[in-house]
C-alpha cells in the first residue's frame, strides 16, 4: 500500500495536483475533499452563463467526481468540509455535511487547495439577499435565475475590476439599466489611469453609468447606499477583489505571508514536510518586483497545482512565478495586461519610461481592422520592457501573451521591435501594434 | 552640405531605411531610385486586392512619393532604374524611362533595396500573357481586372505556398474553379507533411482542387501542361517562390550568398564600405541554426531598413537575425509557423521530438470557440523549443507569436508551460493551446 495524499479543495489547483500525481505515483492513495456541490467547474464562466451565452451550468464543469473516480483512480467526496488540520498527528478533521457526520483522516502528503473567496466588506446589510457575491457555481446559477425572472432592472456592481466589467456586460445582455460604483478614482486598478481612461470611455459608450471616487457606505432592500445619496438596485453583484481562504492553513501552523496567502516556495511546498499549497489560498513570486504576490487566476491555480501534483508525485518542478497576465473583456472592448504598471513600477523601485501608440489590429485597408492601444513600461538605460497594457477591439486583447514572454526573457524594447512577428494583412500591420509600441519607446 | 545617401528601391526596405537615415541625420541629401511606379505599397495586400476584399490598389499604398518630399525631404523618383553600380568612382549609372535618359549620380553611402521577384521557370509558354506573378501593383490590378471581368473559370495556381494559397481563396471569391498543382508531396513547405495535411484537408473543403507530386511542364493558351496530363486554364498565377534581385549588386562585386541573396553583416553593411543592403535581396541570420538564410517578407524588410538606416544616419543599431515566423490563411483557415520544422531541425544536426494536440481557440464551453492544432518541435534532453506550427480557424494563427517570442529566447517547454499567459474564456481555454503542447511535450 503507498502512502496517502490528501487533498482539500476539488478545484484547479487541488486536482491539478491530484491528476499530476496519480500519473507519476500509480500506487498513491487519493482521496480529494470538496465541501461544495461541484469540482473542477470553471469559475471564469460564470459572467457568461449568467449573461446566457453559455448553455447552464453543467457546460462550465470541466470533469466530474465520477470523472476522477474512473480516470484518474482519485476518491473525490462533495460536502466534505475539512475543520482542522493537524500537523503534528498528520490527520484532518472533515465536516461530512451530506450526511452530518464528522470524522478524522490521516494523511502522509496533504495539498491544500482552498481557493479564495469574493471580498465582502462588513458593512450594513452585506448579508441582504439581494447581494451576490460571484464564486461558486451556486452564485452563477442564482444570478442567472433573478436575471431570467425580469425583475433585476436596476443592477449596481461594486468594484470595476475584471468581474465587476463582466458582470456589467453579462446584465447588459438582459438590458438592465447598470451601475458600477468604484471606489478608486479609475476602474481597473491593475492599468495606469490613462489605460482605465479607455475603458471607461468604452464602459459609457455600451450605456453603463459609472460612479468613479464613490464609496459604498451599506444596503438596505432594494438600495445601495453611497456617501452622498444613493442607488435603486434590484440587484447587487459585488466584484471588489478576492482574499485567500487560508485560516485552517493559518490556524494549523503555517506561514502565511502576502495578503495572509499561504507561503510557498518554488515546489509549492508550504513551511511544513509534506504540505503543498496551490492556487488561490497561496502566494506566488513576481517575476518582475522579485517579491512574493498575490494572484487569484485561474491559469495560476492550474500551473501551481501541476507542479505540486509532479513533486507531491515524487517528480521534480519549480513555479518560477508571474508576471501578472491578465485579459478581460467588455462586450467589444479588450483588454489586457502584464508585468509592471507605472505605479507598480515605481512601487517596485524602477525607473521608467512610458509609451503609449494608437494602432490597427490588422492592416490598415484589411476589412474588420479595429483599433488597439498599446501601452508599454520600460525601464530607463536599459530598455527593459517591464510591463504592457492594451485596449482595443476584436484581436486586440490576446497580444499581450507576446509581451508577457517578452517580460519574462526579459527582453529589450531593442531586441523586441526586432523579434520576428508574425504578419499577413488579415492578421496584422506590417509592424505589429505591440511592436510599433517598442519601436516608439526606443526614440 | 552632407552626405549623399543613394537608395535603389523605393519599397520596405529602402524606405524604411531612407526615413530612419532622415530622423537621425538632418544634412543628408536623400535620392531614391524605383523603377517601378510606385513607393511602399503592400505587396502582402495584392490577393486581397485581387479578391475584391481591399477597394482599390491606391489603398495598398502606405506613402506616396510626394509625401516622402514633403514630410522626410526624400527624393523619390519613380520610373528611374539603376542600371549600374559603380564602387570605385561611387556613382550608379540611372535610367529615366519616363525621361528616356540616362544619367549618373553619385553616392556617399547607398542602400540596396532592390528586393525579389517571383520565379518564373524556363518552361515553354512561360510568357504567355495569361501566367501571371504576383508582385506589384500593376500585377495585381491586371489580376483584379481578369477576375471582374468574368473570363476567369478556370484558374490554375502554380504552387502551394502562402501565395499559392492566398490567390487561392482570391479567385475562390470570385466563383472560380480553382486547381493548386504543387510540385512536392505536400503544399506548404515549411510545415511538416502532418500538419500541411490539415491545410489540404481544407483546400478541399473549400472546393480547391489539388494536384500534389505533380509537374507543370509548359503552358499553351488556355492550357497548363502537366507531366501526365493538361488543365484548362483562363489565367496561372506563379506562387513557386521568390529570388533576391541581387544580379546589380553581384555585378557591382559586392559578396552574395544563400540563394544569391547579397551578404550582410549584423548593422546590414553589404562587403564594401558604405553600402548597405536590406530586405528581399539580401540574406538574413536564422537565430535557431545559426546560419544564413533566404525570407522574403515586408516584416523582415522592414526590420532590416529600419536597422540600415539607423546605421546610415550615424547611429548604431544591429538586426539580430529570423526564426521564420510566417502566417496564412485560406478562408476560414489559419496557418502559422515559426522556428524549425522537423526537417529543418533535423538538416541543422538537432535531435528532437515532436508533439502534436488539438485544441480550441476559446473556452470548450463559449461561443465562437474554434479549433486548432498546434506542433511543437523541441529539442532532444535540453527541452528548448526549436519551432512551432498551427492551423486552426478564427483566432488560432496569431498564437504563433508568442512562440516565436519563445523560440528566440530559447525558452524550454517547461518554461513554456509556466508562462504566464493570458486567460479569460472569450480568448482562450484556461491552458491555451500552445501551453497544452509545450505540456504534452514535457510528458
Redesign the interface.
Known amino acids: 500500500m503507498g502512502q496517502r495524499l490528501v487533498v482539500i479543495g476539488g478545484d484547479?489547483a487541488g486536482m491539478s495536483a491530484a491528476s499530476q500525481a496519480r500519473r507519476r505515483y500509480d500506487d498513491l492513495e487519493i482521496v480529494a475533499l470538496e465541501k461544495g456541490h461541484w469540482t473542477s467547474y470553471?469559475a471564469?464562466?460564470i459572467p457568461?452563463l449568467v449573461g446566457g451565452?453559455?448553455?447552464g451550468p453543467d457546460?462550465?464543469i470541466a470533469r466530474t467526481p465520477q470523472q476522477f473516480r474512473d480516470k484518474h483512480r482519485i476518491d473525490v467526496r462533495l460536502e466534505h468540509e475539512v475543520m482542522a488540520i493537524d500537523l503534528d498527528s498528520r490527520q484532518v478533521e472533515v465536516r461530512d455535511h451530506g450526511h452530518d457526520r464528522t470524522f478524522n483522516l490521516g494523511f502522509d502528503q496533504l495539498m491544500i487547495g482552498t481557493g479564495g473567496r469574493p471580498i465582502r466588506p462588513p458593512l450594513p446589510g452585506i448579508d441582504l439577499g439581494f447581494v451576490h457575491g460571484v464564486q461558486t457555481l451556486g452564485d452563477g446559477e442564482q444570478l442567472l435565475a433573478a436575471a431570467e425572472s425580469g425583475q433585476c432592472n436596476h443592477v449596481v456592481v461594486v468594484g470595476g475590476g475584471?468581474i465587476g466589467l463582466?458582470m456589467a456586460e453579462a446584465f447588459v445582455r438582459w438590458g438592465a439599466d447598470v451601475t458600477i460604483v468604484e471606489q478608486a478614482p479609475h476602474v481597473m486598478s491593475t492599468l495606469d489611469a490613462d489605460m482605465a481612461e479607455l475603458v471607461e470611455v468604452a464602459i459609457h459608450r455600451y450605456d453603463i453609468d459609472l460612479k468613479t471616487n464613490t464609496m459604498v457606505t451599506g444596503f438596505e432592500p432594494g438600495r445601495v447606499l453611497l456617501e452622498n445619496g444613493s442607488l435603486d438596485a434590484d440587484l447587487v453583484v459585488l466584484g471588489i477583489g478576492v482574499q485567500p481562504n487560508s485560516e485552517l492553513a493559518a490556524a494549523a501552523g503555517l506561514t502565511t505571508g502576502v495578503r495572509d496567502a499561504i507561503s510557498v516556495d518554488r515546489r509549492q511546498r508550504a513551511s511544513a514536510e509534506g504540505v503543498y499549497a496551490a492556487g488561490d489560498c497561496c502566494e506566488s513570486f513576481h517575476?518582475v518586483t522579485g517579491a512574493p504576490t498575490y494572484v487569484a487566476?485561474?491559469?495560476?491555480a492550474?500551473?501551481q497545482g501541476?507542479?505540486a501534483g509532479i513533486n507531491i508525485g515524487g517528480g521534480y518542478?519549480t513555479?518560477?512565478?508571474?508576471?501578472?497576465?491578465?485579459?478581460?473583456?467588455l462586450c467589444a472592448t479588450?483588454v489586457?495586461r502584464?508585468g509592471l504598471s507605472e505605479r507598480e513600477a515605481a512601487a517596485a523601485g524602477f525607473a521608467f519610461e512610458s509609451t503609449v501608440i494608437e494602432g490597427k489590429t490588422r492592416?490598415h485597408?484589411?476589412?474588420g481592422t479595429k483599433p488597439i492601444v498599446v501601452k508599454l513600461v520600460v525601464e530607463t538605460r536599459t530598455g527593459r520592457i517591464l510591463g504592457g497594457q492594451i485596449v482595443g477591439e476584436e484581436?486586440a486583447?490576446?497580444?499581450?501573451?507576446?509581451l508577457?514572454?517578452?517580460v519574462?526573457?526579459r527582453?529589450t524594447a531593442?531586441?523586441f521591435?526586432?523579434?520576428?512577428?508574425?504578419?499577413?494583412?488579415?492578421?496584422?500591420p506590417?509592424?505589429?501594434p505591440v511592436a510599433i509600441a517598442a519601436?516608439q519607446a526606443i526614440r
Do not use: H, Q
Open positions: 484547479a470553471s471564469c464562466g457568461y451565452e453559455v448553455d457546460r462550465l475584471y463582466e517575476l487566476l485561474g491559469t495560476v492550474n500551473r501541476r507542479v518542478a513555479f518560477p512565478g508571474v508576471v501578472g497576465t491578465a485579459v478581460t473583456k479588450e489586457g502584464t492592416a485597408y484589411f476589412p484581436g486583447a490576446k497580444r499581450i501573451d507576446v508577457a514572454a517578452a519574462t526573457a527582453m531593442e531586441e521591435v526586432n523579434l520576428d512577428l508574425s504578419y499577413a494583412p488579415p492578421f496584422s506590417v509592424w505589429d519601436r
